[in-house]
């Protein structure tokens, strides 16, 4: 044996007596706090015989967490994932009352509810001794990695290809803007160092010696649909056709489509692949984490379009199980769940007493869904991703949703969101690091679905919402009280399909039986869309004029909507704006934006190409929009928002290493996520070779 496994053994060996210890004196110092927990007998025991007791009660707890509860969670693999989550503590506590029952010293007793406590507080004070000693030790931490790499090649059998792979990391909801502030702020050190950037927080870390900016950061501009259905369809599949929004209803089919509900995510991603012909971006070798969408991969975790399956075929689930299965990762999670929902509810009630404006409501399952979102979806998608790279995967999309979560309800340059992007700047540098240590050269792309814009809502504005201006434009009772909007945050989709709940807002939005003259409203974010579900066809504004004469001018006029979009028997697609302003969308341009002067350039371009989707609604309404302030008014209770036309939400980014090709050549945009598909197929290319797109099979279209 080689001095270098020696080195190697005694490590390991010097690292598993250090946390024993750790773990000895944890069970002492508990057992001289807690009245119900103790390691002596009713008689009295020596000091000697009490730490005897402490240590080997100790050992028997560590190696039944090693041996036992890998098991376990197998055996709970049927049990929803968010709930084997909750259930960690119960578990490790029936483990320790196991341990203390079979301690050769016969002494040790603990009541149940103690048991939790003490197995809990064991299980952190483990974790972090060794973690502390891995990161003390960058030798050890290498050697762990080589260990882990080399177990990941020998169960897939397969050996490191030389090739690159790619690992592409979505930052849900970040902007453009947003992330150069963060940069130019040390909010993300890791992320300046591979730009270049030296800001005065990030001077502390010295620059590597010879080395310069190692990615470019590009800006890329979204659909008129900002919003990351249509946006990461786009990217993974290369088409987001007929997407008009994030929730729309199908006259065809009698039913709202929501980007977030399981089974329209299968049925868009289905859709896709037959518009496309092509299984995905992911179809060679590929690992899908934390999507809505697969991208045509074999591996799959916490997917919401495969979400709808049911029993062990749901291989999207799985990734929870391969990351509770080890019981520091579970407890670690569980502990930073519960401090997340209090510094949630801490920071809420902050925002309530220095009454800060905007703000909207965040009580109620929202500290709980922050938690998961910023928490474990967080921590399982990046252990899922570190395991891609592990095992030499050639293509890895991940989508990490805490910080478009956090932005909604806190603004999207609040300290609160800030704090956000320090945590997954931090698991960016951990991914780094890992990739190091992998079988394959990695290169890792960073990039963004859409962005979001700030400002109060409609509801808080005006007092009404769209849902109820629309009524009183079509001359129906208005209800006195409000309606909530959903968030329709990512995160609540997760949540609920971990629960194997379905993703349902409200069973009667779905299959809508309005009588006649009713419309039927729906937001996403300040992009609002009315359709009258009696009607089997697109109505024109003909037709709305004549059923509802005082609907358009109503919303057109109204000071919080920018635009809205109907068709038109004699222009075809015709925007209507305030003050009679009225523009026929095949005459709109850049140089001639008409009612689409404030909302930029490519406007024109956006509302066009929607117009043509089969599903538009009857009438698309986008809000306000202020350029000065980049302001827009969301129609639902978001004070971050994303999902229409106006300011950062449509400018996400897009940052890749500087030894792949520019993203557009000198001069250029990059318009639409189909074209950001593009380019990362190019990139695939580049990395790993030709390929051949892998055409869509049968039984792939069956799967999703």
Request: with cysteine; aromatic share 6%; glycine share 10%.
């Amino acid at each position: 044996m080689g001095g270098g496994r020696w080195r190697s053994v005694l490590s390991g060996v010097w690292r598993s007596v250090t946390v024993w210890a750790a773990s000895t004196v944890t069970m002492l110092v508990l057992a001289g706090a807690l009245p119900d927990f103790q390691l002596q007998s009713d008689t009295g025991d020596s000091a000697t015989r009490i730490a005897l007791t402490a240590a080997a009660g100790a050992g028997v707890f560590g190696l039944l967490s090693s041996l036992v509860w890998p098991l376990l969670v197998r055996a709970l693999l049927l049990v929803p994932a968010l709930v084997l989550g909750l259930l960690v503590f119960f578990l490790n506590g029936s483990l320790l009352l196991i341990a203390l029952r079979i301690n050769p010293s016969g002494r040790g007793e603990a009541a149940p509810e103690t048991a939790v406590v003490v197995a809990a507080v064991m299980s952190a004070v483990a974790s972090a001794t060794g973690a502390a000693l891995v990161v003390r030790d960058d030798d050890a931490y290498r050697r762990r990695l080589y260990r882990l790499a080399d177990r990941r090649r020998r169960a897939s059998g397969r050996t490191g290809p030389s090739t690159p792979g790619t690992v592409l990391l979505q930052l849900d909801g970040v902007g453009h803007d947003v992330l150069e502030e963060a940069v130019r702020k040390g909010v993300m050190p890791a992320v300046a160092e591979w730009l270049g950037a030296r800001p005065a927080a990030a001077r502390r870390i010295p620059p590597r010696a010879g080395r310069g900016p190692t990615h470019r950061l590009t800006a890329w501009r979204t659909d008129w649909s900002s919003q990351t259905g249509a946006s990461q369809l786009g990217i993974l599949h290369g088409t987001n056709h007929d997407v008009p929004a994030f929730r729309w209803y199908e006259k065809d089919r009698g039913e709202v489509m929501v980007c977030n509900r399981p089974s329209s995510a299968a049925e868009l991603q289905r859709r896709a692949v037959e518009h496309t012909g092509d299984a995905g971006l992911l179809a060679f070798d590929g690992a899908s984490r934390g999507n809505l969408f697969s991208g045509g991969a074999e591996q799959l975790a916490l997917v919401l379009s495969m979400a709808a399956r049911r029993g062990r075929g749901n291989r999207s689930r799985a990734g929870y199980f391969a990351y509770f299965s080890d019981p520091a990762n579970a407890v670690r999670t569980a502990i930073s769940f519960v401090a997340e929902v209090f510094r949630e509810v801490g920071q809420s009630t902050r925002a309530r007493v220095r009454k800060r404006r905007p703000r909207v409501k965040r009580g109620g399952l929202y500290p709980f869904i922050r938690a998961f979102a910023t928490v474990v979806e967080r921590d399982v998608v990046v252990a899922a991703v570190i395991g891609d790279m592990l095992a030499g995967r050639a293509a890895v999309y991940a989508d990490l949703v805490a910080y478009d979560e956090v932005a909604h309800h806190s603004g999207p340059r609040s300290r609160d969101a800030e704090r956000v992007l320090e945590r997954l700047d931090r698991s960016l540098a951990l991914i780094a690091k890992v990739a190091e240590h992998a079988p394959r050269p990695y290169r890792i792309v960073l990039l963004s679905d859409h962005g979001q814009s700030p400002g109060e809502t409609f509801l808080t504005r005006y007092g009404l919402t769209l849902g109820s201006l629309v009524r009183a434009g079509c001359g129906l009772p208005v209800p006195r009280r409000a309606r909530r909007t959903h968030s329709g945050a990512e995160a609540r989709s997760a949540v609920r399909a971990a629960l194997r709940r379905p993703v349902e807002e409200d069973a009667e939005q779905y299959r809508p039986s309005y009588r006649r003259a009713e419309p039927l409203v729906l937001a996403s974010g300040n992009l609002g869309l009315v359709s009258f579900p009696d009607v089997p066809h697109r109505m024109s504004r003909e037709e709305i004029d004549r059923r509802h004469p005082a609907l358009l001018s109503t919303l057109a006029n109204h000071p919080g909507i920018g635009f809205v979009l109907v068709r038109s028997e004699e222009h075809g697609g015709l925007v209507l704006g305030a003050h009679g302003a009225e523009a026929p969308v095949d005459e709109l341009s850049d140089a001639h934006p008409g009612p689409l002067a404030d909302f930029g350039p490519g406007a024109a371009a956006a509302v066009r190409r929607t117009h043509a989707f089969p599903h538009a609604a009857d009438i698309m309404v986008n809000s306000w929009y202020d350029p000065q302030e980049g302001e827009v008014l969301a129609f639902e209770e978001q004070i971050g928002s994303h999902g229409g036309l106006g300011g950062d939400q449509g400018r996400p980014f897009l940052m890749s290493p500087v030894t792949l090709s520019a993203p557009v050549e000198d001069g250029g945009e990059l318009v639409g996520a189909e074209q950001v598909h593009r380019v990362l197929r190019r990139w695939l290319r580049e990395s790993d070779g030709p390929r051949v797109p892998r055409a869509a099979r049968r039984k792939d279209r069956r799967a999703v």
